[in-house]
């Protein structure tokens, strides 16, 4: 390694983030995912210190005694909390920089949800900027998720990336560098975790926490009939007579409780796709549909959009990092992240 490689690392840790609803991801150049964490911060209600962040906080939902309050900054792909998660995001870039020896603050990429306002995009720069960030670019998630899947995003072909994160679907039609067209809707993953716990509430008289919620879908949620039936235990606390109770369930009852939210999914690919532009549609017939985010893991997901589109779908080898690997595919190339940036 060449003295002036070797100083270069040790000045600029370029981190990449994909600031989501659900998790906050976070790439250093050079290194790869450092950081996969739920975006949850739990606090001192009295003092409004800083309990814990991420895996640790998760394990604290639904469990915090009175003195202390889970919050969740980020709502539908953007900050809810605005001091919450730029305590959220200090605390995971002093992580993602802390003993590494880098003498400049990071410069850095952030991914974010197509259908934001021009104030909410400028509320999430304003959060990486005092983390002590340097530099925030902002790429619109489908196109980090295009280039995290290795799309060929510079030629003029057409390319539809669909993400489903927790709280939005985002879906373009990529082109020469750029969105021809997009549409993003507020529904994803945790409508789906909602949409369990109040079937189950009105059907069973059974209330459930979130994080059971997303157990369920996880485990036996599904877009689509399965080849195999799946059943699963569930526990709650039974509403009328206030006490544990205890329910077996089967994957036919949560697809039907997830029927709305996928159809609204179906619905929004199914917009997109009449209001591209037809030579660009051509080209989707022959490249098909990429799926990426957490919702894509849903279990035939891409069964259930393959039959109402008749088009081919194909998810992403590992949804739920594309777009930040994406992002941290452009901190190599300076210029197409100038290009396709946010300004």
Not at 185 to 199: L, S
Not at 212 to 221: N, W
Request: charged share 25%.
């Amino acid at each position: 390694m060449s003295l002036f490689s070797w100083i270069k690392g040790r000045l600029f840790c370029d981190l990449a983030i994909d600031l989501g609803t659900a998790n906050t991801l976070v790439y250093l150049k050079g290194k790869g995912i450092i950081i996969q964490e739920p975006s949850i911060v739990v606090v001192n209600r009295q003092t409004g210190k800083v309990v814990a962040v991420g895996a640790r906080a998760k394990e604290m939902l639904g469990k915090t005694p009175t003195n202390t309050l889970a919050i969740k900054p980020m709502r539908d792909g953007v900050i809810a909390d605005f001091e919450i998660a730029e305590k959220m995001l200090d605390h995971f870039i002093k992580r993602a920089t802390n003993n590494r020896g880098f003498l400049l603050r990071p410069r850095i990429v952030i991914g974010i949800p197509t259908g934001i306002t021009q104030v909410e995009r400028r509320a999430v720069k304003d959060v990486a900027m005092r983390a002590k960030a340097t530099e925030v670019y902002l790429v619109e998630q489908p196109m980090s998720a295009a280039v995290g899947a290795g799309l060929p995003i510079s030629e003029p072909t057409g390319n539809m990336v669909v993400d489903i994160g927790g709280g939005t679907t985002d879906i373009a039609v990529i082109s020469l560098d750029g969105i021809v067209f997009n549409h993003s809707i507020r529904i994803a993953g945790n409508e789906m975790d909602e949409a369990i716990i109040q079937y189950l509430k009105k059907k069973y008289n059974l209330l459930i926490g979130e994080r059971s919620g997303e157990l369920v879908k996880m485990q036996i949620g599904s877009a689509y009939p399965l080849d195999e039936p799946l059943t699963m235990e569930i526990k709650g606390r039974d509403l009328r007579e206030g006490i544990p109770k205890t329910i077996v369930i089967d994957d036919q009852e949560i697809r039907e409780s997830l029927e709305d939210v996928v159809a609204a999914i179906v619905n929004a690919v199914r917009v997109a796709l009449e209001k591209t532009p037809p030579e660009l549609s051509a080209d989707i017939i022959d490249r098909g549909i990429i799926l990426t985010g957490g919702g894509a893991l849903l279990k035939n997901l891409d069964k259930r959009i393959r039959e109402e589109t008749q088009l081919p779908v194909f998810i992403t080898e590992d949804p739920l990092t594309t777009v930040v690997l994406g992002a941290g595919k452009m901190l190599d190339d300076l210029d197409l992240l100038k290009k396709i940036a946010v300004t």
